[in-house]
Structures are given as structure tokens and as C-alpha cells.
């Protein structure tokens, strides 16, 4: 009987030994990096986005600059006359001074933020110090530092990539960046206001060509309107060759401001949040990777303390290179093209910060 058992028991041991090890070669067999099935399942899209992403990013830096230069043509052909017509010949000058201010800020930071590299790590030859291994690269990463699934590369302190500059936002383009929002948002805005009487004026021009029609189709009923309509039409609004040019005048007015004011609620809105998120001391990816660490800490009843936030005004002074207002000035008032005050590889912390809150954002914002 003891036999019996025990052969029993060794058959179910060998069982349970041989499922395990089916067990195993299942997992090593389907193993992947992601941490979740639908994330599996999702990364074709993933790779088609990158794809799209970045061949389409010259594209988009085209589609970009032809938009601004229809602006600048439009406002030079439609606003400009009208400011000096309706103005005194000081605030003219001021007023169109400001613009090509802002014409000329937008243009040096767009730029630049296209043209500057964002920094990569180097070759740790020398003793730097490192906080993670990327899973891509296959490679040691410092502090802040990201891999880019669309460059193929690690980034310096990456925020994110931007299709519209073809290029990541990181450490030494992100001053770039964030000015080009800042003043274009001004830039519209700026249009925006300027534009709004010739808007308003242009838009109550189609009403009225829509009011006239209408009125000829109801008064010569719409077999004959549709014989007359076009010289009566024209007749009535004198639409010749002069008023033809009125016609484009009012049509680019209209594309004028509407692409404005569409930008400026865009872009505003995007601007806010990069201003949120440099207040903070945070970059897009560490903004997502700290509110985990929070919520973690939070459970424990412990507080969680950014390393790399060293108060509102001293985060944008790090950022920008700014000390004073005569380098405010020349640093961010007028274009500039000096380096970032740190290398993007080591950082200086917090003096306020834990080490051991520190050691906890430090290891899981460089993941």
C-alpha cells in the first residue's frame, strides 16, 4: 500500500514538475518588455505613430513656416495700411515696431529649437554618474535622461517630441521651445487684436454680398435670377476689377484672423501647461513619473519632494540663464544663444530635499 502511495505521489511530482516547466517555456517564449498585454497589442500602432511622426516632421516644419509667412504677407498687404491710416504717425511706428519685435523672437527661437540638438549621453568612458540602463540603447542613462522612441536615441532631460520642430524638446533646446510658444502666442494675440476691425468690417462685407443675392433671388424669382443674378450681382456690389482686390483683401482678412485666434487658443493652452510644468520643476515624462511616486508616497503617509525644484522664480532662472534684469535682458528679452547653466549630465539638487525622498524620485523619474 506504501507502494501504491508512493508511486502515486511521484507520478503527481513529475507532473506538476513537467507543467512548470511548460510553464516556463510558455513565458520565455512570449516574453516582451511591455508591462501589460494590451500594451503588446497596441505597439504596431505605437511603431506606425513613430513612423509617421517622424517622416512626416519636415512636413510639418514646412506647413509651419509657409503659415507664418501668409501671416506676415497678409499683415504687411491688409493691417499695416490700416494701422497707419486710422493712427498717428508715432503709434504707428511703436505699434509696428512691437511686431517685427515679435516676428523676429519667433523666428530665432523656431530656429533654433529645430536646428539645436538636444543632448545625448556620452560615452561613459569616465566616471559619470549613472541611474539606469535604457532597455533600448542598451546603454547607461544620467539622471533625467529619456529614450526617444522617434529619434531612436536617449535624450538629455527629454520633455517630449515635437512634431512641429522635427525634433525632441531636451535639455539644450528647451529654453528655445518655451520662447517660441511664449512670443508666438504674443504674435497671434498681437494679429489677433490688430486684425479685429478689418475682421469685422470684412465679415459684415459677406453678410451684406449674401443679403443682396438673396434679395435678387426673391425678387425675380430663381429662374431668372439665375440668368441675371451674375450682372445684377455685380452691378449692385460693383465688382469689377477693382473689386476684385476687395474681394481677396476681405477673404485674406477673414483667413487671417480666424488662423490667429485658432492658434492662440491652441497654443495657449500648451504654453500654460509647459509653464505649469517648468514652475514645477518638471519636464512632461517626470511630471507623469513623480504624480505615481506621489500617490505611492501618499499611501505611506510620506511626502514626496522633487529634487530638481528649486522654487517658481528659481526653476525659470535655471532654465532660462537669467540672474538679474540686465541678463534677463539680454537672455530672454533678445535672442540669445547662450548654453545651459548645466551640462544635463550631473545636476545640482534641491537643498531642502530629503535623501531619502531624493533616492526614491531620483531612481524611478530616470525609468
Known sequence: ?????????????????????????????????????????????????????????????????????????????????????????IYAYVHVAYGHYLLAMILFNYYKAVTTDPGVPPNYSTNIPVTSICKRCIAPKPARTHHCSVCKKCRLKMDHHCPWLNNCVGHFNHRYFICFCIFMLLGTTYVSISSWALFRDCFRFFEKLFDIKKSIYSFFGSDVAEGIHGVKLRHALNINICAKKDRFFNSSTVFLWILCSAVTVALGCLTVWHILLITWGETSIEKLINDRERFRLKKLRLKFLNPYNFGYMGNWKKLLGFTDFRSFVLHVLLPSTHAPNEDGIVWTMASSVDPVHFETNNLSSCV
Open 1 to 89: 500500500m506504501r507502494e501504491i502511495h508512493f508511486t502515486c505521489c511521484s507520478c503527481l511530482y513529475s507532473i506538476k514538475q513537467y507543467l512548470q516547466y511548460l510553464r516556463l517555456c510558455h513565458k520565455s517564449l512570449t516574453f516582451n518588455s511591455f508591462s501589460s498585454v494590451t500594451e503588446s497589442l497596441f505597439e504596431p500602432v505605437f511603431c506606425f505613430v513613430d513612423f509617421a511622426v517622424r517622416w512626416f516632421g519636415v512636413a510639418f516644419v514646412t506647413v509651419v513656416i509657409c503659415l507664418v509667412t501668409s501671416v506676415v504677407v497678409i499683415f504687411y498687404m491688409n493691417v499695416i495700411p490700416f494701422v497707419f491710416e486710422i493712427h498717428s504717425p
